[in-house]
């Protein structure tokens, strides 16, 4: 099975939860690689079985650079994919938006996950709730 993590990570906090899902399916399923959304082109996506694609919440949904990202993806009908995301508010409306986007490129979403993580809003009082996150 050819597995990959890609990410898209501005301060660090999703790159951290990549980190840690690649090292538990590596430990589960054998190699799995890992990137950034500017290492992989979409199109080369096609040689994966399993594809983890992580991103910040932005607005409530993906950010613009990850919907910009999917709608380059070519068909990836029957492969699987599970989106994940850090963000330091509410995150209800992300997986509505992402899922119905990779569905339409042939995706499998076979899970979800999502995690608290610090929040970078200089509009926002320090220390916000979630400061330290992840850890």
């Known amino acids: 099975m050819q597995c990959i993590i890609v990410h898209f990570s501005q301060t660090g ?6 980190r840690a899902i690649q090292k538990g399916v590596s430990q589960t399923a054998g190699n799995c690689e890992i990137t950034t959304i500017k ?3 979409p199109e080369r996506l096609i040689d994966y079985d ?3 694609l992580g991103c910040p919440v ?3 949904v993906e950010p613009g650079v990850i919907q910009a ?3 380059r993806m070519r068909d990836l009908n029957g492969k699987h994919i599970f989106p994940f995301a850090t963000h330091g508010t509410r995150p209800e409306f992300f ?4 899922v119905p986007k990779l569905e339409k490129k ?3 979403v076979i899970g979800m996950y999502n995690c608290y993580a ?3 809003l200089p509009s926002m009082p320090r220390p916000y709730p979630t400061a330290g996150h992840p850890n």
């Open 13 to 18: 906090n999703t790159e951290k939860v990549a």
């Open 39 to 41: 290492e992989i082109k």
């Open 50 to 52: 399993l594809i983890g």
């Open 58 to 60: 932005q607005g409530f």
């Open 69 to 71: 990202y999917i709608y």
């Open 95 to 98: 997986f509505p938006s992402i």
């Open 106 to 108: 042939g995706l499998v």
């Open 118 to 120: 610090d929040l970078n």
